[in-house]
């Protein structure tokens, strides 16, 4: 009997099942167990492949393959060590560690291998992406050309950032990087936040939720959590998870901020997975797979042919050195950087953004000539007052012999109150270009107060030409 079904089924998740379905399983067994890293003999596996270890109570653990020597594959576990003995299975996947991504992701918090570690239910995943991919093509990517609100005074006037544009954020100890990623989490005309607290203190997680995001902010946000009790391999993948997750969003075509705390405990996670692996200390104790792995991470973020991943990177500067290797090789990759000063947290002068020490390299891409014109004329007053602070504060100047320092003098407090904001301090760019109109004294018109008046409709080899140009 024929039925009279006429509707059309959906086979595509149960095919997808079945060509992801492993026919042969490869199985190799515990040898060793050195430190952090695990050695089995066998089974036949690539670099990045996920491999379960069967434990002696029956429990089960995912390690990832790091090394191969011959016979021996070397592994790292996604958790405790303990249980683990000679003998245990180790079964190969067949496969990377990939992420479950989708718009049910909006609001929760996962782990480094893209599972729920909030108290909500299990994620229903869209689809799932690599968690270690390669960057989109150059030639593909579109230009920027919008400026992206933060809502901190000091960035959205004189660091203006372009939607897709990458930045590092450079600071020692207890200067106000979170608290910064806070205030742009909360006020950024972004679509979508994607949060990777990487190393983070246990104590901090939920502070920067409940606290910092809070319920609004977290609405729009995903956040990533590799705390920094968890092992080197947890600390090193969640921050490739947390790019899969925003390069998820950016395909969908939305405008995604990237905020990834921090890049300096991301290369210490690889530093240790390094030199348990046999590699030799280079610059400052790190293997050469740090430097190689660091721009690998930072060029996927960025535009592609469909949306844009702007993304903020913090980088600790061990004694507030800003000559530290980490430092140099993500400032030389990004597309700018905002340096904290710790004497400038010690004023109790927040958000502590060294203007004169930082550097946005799109920021005359994405705004009007009336809006560079005026922040010129702070920075011009800044480097004034700053170049002669000493003499000033001696009381050795004597007014009258600059009309340009004493400019600078006069403006002072007014540019400092200008640049300060209160952490939960809301404030527009109408709001933020106004007070830059009133400081300098230059009408900034309603067109420069939206986008980039004048460069929507430029060609990328005039956009190239003009960033040329303002370098």
């Known amino acids: 009997m024929r039925s009279s079904y006429t509707g059309e089924f959906n086979f595509t998740k149960y095919l997808e099942k079945v060509i992801d379905a492993d026919t ?9 167990v050195k430190g952090l890293e695990i050695e089995s003999e066998g089974p036949r596996s690539v670099i990045g492949e996920m491999c379960t270890i069967k434990l002696s109570d029956g429990s089960t653990l ?23 003995e000679v003998g245990c299975e180790v079964t190969a996947s067949g496969s990377v560690l990939k992420v479950p991504v989708g718009m049910s992701l909006l609001g929760r918090a996962i782990d480094a ?52 544009q990458r930045v590092g954020i450079f600071a020692g100890s207890g200067i106000g ?39 609004e902010g977290l609405k729009r946000s995903v956040i990533v959590i590799a705390t920094s009790d968890q092992p080197s391999i947890c600390r090193l993948r969640a921050a ?16 995604v901020v990237l ?58 500067a061990d004694g507030d050195d800003m000559n530290d290797p980490i430092v140099d090789k993500v400032r030389g990759t990004l597309d700018g950087h905002i340096v904290l000063s710790r004497r400038l947290a010690q004023a109790y002068h927040y958000p502590a953004i060294d203007v004169l020490g930082s550097i946005s390299r799109i920021s005359k891409r994405v705004t009007g000539k009336q809006t560079q014109k005026a922040c010129g004329i702070v920075r011009n007053m800044m480097a004034n007052y700053a170049e002669r602070e000493t003499m000033i504060t001696a009381g050795i100047y004597q007014k009258g012999n600059s009309p340009e320092i004493d400019i600078a003098i006069d403006k002072h407090d007014e540019i400092e109150e200008f640049l300060k904001q209160e952490e939960y301090e809301q404030c527009t760019i109408e709001d933020t270009l106004n007070k830059l109109s009133a400081l300098t004294g230059i009408e900034i018109p309603d067109e420069e107060y939206v986008e980039s008046p004048g460069l929507n409709n430029l060609t990328t080899a005039q956009i190239v030409d003009s960033t040329k140009q303002s370098e």
């Not at 995912?62 to 683990?84: M, P, Q, R, S, Y």
């Not at 994607?194 to 104590?203: H, N, S, T």
């Not at 969003?249 to 939305?254: A, I, L, Q, T, V």
């Not at 991470?297 to 535009?303: A, D, I």
């Open 113 to 164: 291998t893209g599972h729920a570690c909030d108290d909500g239910p299990e994620i229903a995943p869209e689809a799932y992406y690599p968690a270690i991919a390669d960057p989109p093509d150059p030639m593909t990517r579109l230009p920027i050309n919008k400026r992206i609100q933060t809502g901190v005074r000091s960035i959205d006037s004189l660091l203006t950032i372009g939607k897709g």
């Open 24 to 32: 042969i399983l490869y199985i190799g067994h515990v040898v060793a």
């Open 62 to 84: 995912l390690a990832e393959v790091v090394g191969l020597d011959g016979k021996i594959v070397h592994l790292t576990a996604f958790g405790n060590t303990k249980g683990i």
């Open 240 to 255: 490739y998870v947390c790019t899969a997750v925003a390069e998820y969003f950016r395909d969908k075509g939305k405008d």
């Open 177 to 215: 990087k979170s608290t910064l990623l806070s205030m742009i989490a909360r006020n950024t005309n972004a679509d979508i936040n994607v949060i990777g607290l990487i190393g983070e203190r246990g104590r901090e997680v939920l502070d920067f939720i409940n606290r910092d995001l809070g319920k």
């Open 259 to 316: 905020m990834l705390d921090s890049v300096t405990r991301f290369a210490q996670a690889q530093r240790e997975i390094g030199l348990a692996n046999g590699e030799p200390p280079a610059q400052k104790g790190y293997p050469p797979s740090v430097f190689d792995m660091i721009p690998k991470l930072l060029e996927r973020t960025g535009t592609n042919d469909k949306g844009s991943i702007t993304a903020f990177y913090t980088v600790l």
